[in-house]
């Protein structure tokens, strides 16, 4: 059976604009059209779409109040508003009623395929589910997203997310990369009173310090160079909804002393402005950073700690719930079958040693790689341990520390006596240097931060050491 398309209902009372998106899109979506507003409304019901394009300026209704309309049946629908008569106006109210993207008309080709293609991620994010994993032995459902696991540790986990979701209020889930972070944001969003609201991830670590202000709070005309009209932010996009801030460790402390005030006081200021804006944003942050650590280095406001960390989600590590890998192997095998074209039984007993002996510092994340990659490989119906790739690197992991003492004694009494000519800083670096590689999965940045140096110093230390292989270019 073929895929099913993404559905996109275009509402516009012009013919052409619909031949357009149907020669344009159509063969990459399913193309729904309604000629006026009061049609795309009865559409919206009847069809469900996962995007919706729509013109402003209609006869009878216009756009913007169909989009008020729109978001009171389904606010999880992203709608993309378009018009040929732009004014600042026009574009703040379309983005205050909601609109997710406001586009001009003759739009750019380009620019409408990006604009889509990010609305629909969004659209799945807020409608593809989240579920708690199912007993032991029960047939695997991967019709929606889902936390997998069985474990003391994980129970304790889907407890906090029972407890959590129905109250309305702030939730820090905190954990390693590749733990599920953003897996249990959304479970808690699908299982809270706004649900049927609009949800939003913003990645703080994504978007450098002079940018993250404005995409949360939006800024005024004139606000900075380059700010040549007034740009709804995040928090008013997202009014009524669920705002995801993944990575909030990574925030500056002048976006620090905003968002808290949004947490106490529900208002903010657009960046630039001085008009009070109110807000009613339930607020979900995530981060794998230190953050009491941060406190003690004046790089995370106290009062925000405390503002969230009333309620704290931990996510344990995979190393500290084994015992659910053969279930999550057993999901992924099921979840990724039809992507790749075979029907994996599962996996031997050498390979299921080696998965379990592990030490999986990427945790559930690396794990799933793995899996995928060696369904492509696999020879026959089950995996062998041939087939597993595990990063021989992250291997030493599983040697005790000692060992990593007594290299290093051996390295100090052979300069010492005089009988290497290796000098000890330049080794210590790299053997440094190489560690902090493999525990952030070769991200430059976040190794230059840990490293407390700058990312070029960094970038001439792994040119210095040949440690290129480690890296992962961000």
């Not at 729109?70 to 999880?76: A, E, F, H, T």
């Not at 009491?292 to 704290?312: A, Q, S």
């Not at 080794?427 to 902090?436: A, D, G, N, Q, Y």
């Given at each position: 059976?073929?895929?099913?398309?993404?559905?996109?209902?275009?509402?516009?009372?012009?013919?052409?604009?619909?031949?357009?998106?149907?020669k344009i899109l159509g063969s990459d979506y399913?193309?729904?059209?309604?000629?006026?507003?009061?049609?795309?409304?009865?559409?919206?019901?009847?069809?469900?779409?996962?995007?919706?394009?729509?013109?402003?300026?209609?006869?009878?209704?216009?756009?913007?109040?169909a989009l008020k309309r729109?978001?009171?049946?389904?606010?999880?629908v992203p709608v993309v508003m378009m018009t040929a008569h732009g004014s600042m106006d026009t574009a703040i109210k379309a983005m205050k009623y909601g609109a997710f993207e406001y586009l001009l008309k003759p739009f750019d080709i380009d620019r409408m395929r990006e604009v889509i293609q990010k609305a629909f991620q969004s659209s799945q994010l807020m409608r593809r589910s989240v579920r708690v994993a199912s007993e032991?032995?029960?047939?695997?459902?991967?019709?929606?997203?889902?936390?997998?696991?069985?474990?003391?540790?994980?129970?304790?986990?889907?407890?906090?997310?029972?407890?959590?979701?129905?109250?309305?209020?702030?939730?820090?889930?905190?954990?390693?990369?590749?733990?599920?972070?953003?897996?249990?944001?959304?479970?808690?969003?699908?299982h809270s009173r706004r649900a049927k609201a609009p949800f939003l991830e913003v990645n703080c670590a994504a978007l450098p310090e002079n940018l993250l202000e404005s995409e949360l709070f939006g800024y005024e005309k004139g606000a900075f160079t380059g700010a040549t009209e007034r740009r709804i932010g995040k928090f008013e996009q997202v009014d009524g909804g669920t705002l995801f801030l993944d990575e909030i460790g990574e925030m500056s402390l002048v976006t620090q002393a905003k968002i808290l005030r949004v947490i106490q006081y529900g208002e903010f200021n657009r960046v630039g402005g001085n008009t009070v804006i109110r807000n009613n944003v339930r607020l979900l942050a995530a981060t794998n950073r230190n953050?009491?650590?941060?406190?003690?280095?004046?790089?995370?406001?106290?009062?925000?700690?405390?503002?969230?960390?009333?309620?704290?989600?931990?996510?344990?590590?995979?190393?500290?719930?084994?015992?659910?890998?053969p279930q999550l192997i057993e999901y992924f095998l099921a979840r990724y079958g039809k992507d790749t074209g075979r029907s994996i039984q599962g996996v031997d007993k050498k390979a299921?040693?080696?998965?379990?002996?592990?030490?999986?510092?990427?945790?559930?994340?690396?794990?799933?790689?793995?899996?995928?990659?060696?369904?492509?490989?696999?020879?026959?119906?089950?995996?062998?341990?041939?087939?597993?790739?595990?990063e021989a690197v992250s291997e030493e992991a599983l040697l005790p520390r000692q060992n990593e003492d007594d290299a290093l004694d051996a390295i100090i009494d052979q300069i010492v006596q005089g009988s290497s000519q290796t000098q000890l800083w330049p080794?210590?670096?790299?053997?440094?240097?190489?560690?902090?590689l493999v525990k952030t999965r070769g991200n430059q940045v976040q190794a230059a931060r840990v490293l407390g140096i700058h990312r070029n110093t960094l970038r001439n230390r792994i040119d210095r050491y040949g440690l290129n292989a480690l890296i992962s270019g961000g």
């Open positions: 059976m073929a895929d099913v398309k993404a559905k996109i209902l275009i509402v516009d009372d012009e013919t052409n604009i619909h031949y357009s998106f149907e399913d193309i729904a059209s309604a000629q006026t507003a009061e049609d795309g409304l009865l559409k919206l019901e009847k069809l469900h779409p996962d995007v919706v394009v729509m013109d402003i300026k209609m006869p009878g209704m216009n756009g913007l109040e729109m978001r009171d049946i389904d606010g999880r032991k032995g029960e047939k695997t459902d991967i019709s929606g997203d889902m936390i997998v696991g069985t474990s003391e540790a994980m129970q304790e986990v889907y407890k906090l997310i029972g407890q959590v979701a129905a109250q309305d209020v702030t939730v820090l889930i905190r954990g390693d990369s590749g733990t599920g972070k953003e897996l249990v944001a959304r479970a808690i969003y699908h953050l009491e650590e941060m406190i003690k280095k004046g790089e995370f406001r106290e009062d925000l700690y405390y503002r969230l960390n009333v309620i704290t989600v931990p996510l344990p590590e995979l190393q500290e719930r084994k015992e659910d890998i299921m040693k080696k998965l379990m002996d592990y030490a999986w510092p990427g945790n559930v994340r690396q794990l799933e790689n793995c899996i995928r990659r060696a369904m492509v490989l696999a020879k026959g119906v089950t995996i062998t341990a041939e087939d597993l790739e595990l080794e210590m670096e790299k053997r440094l240097i190489e560690k902090v």
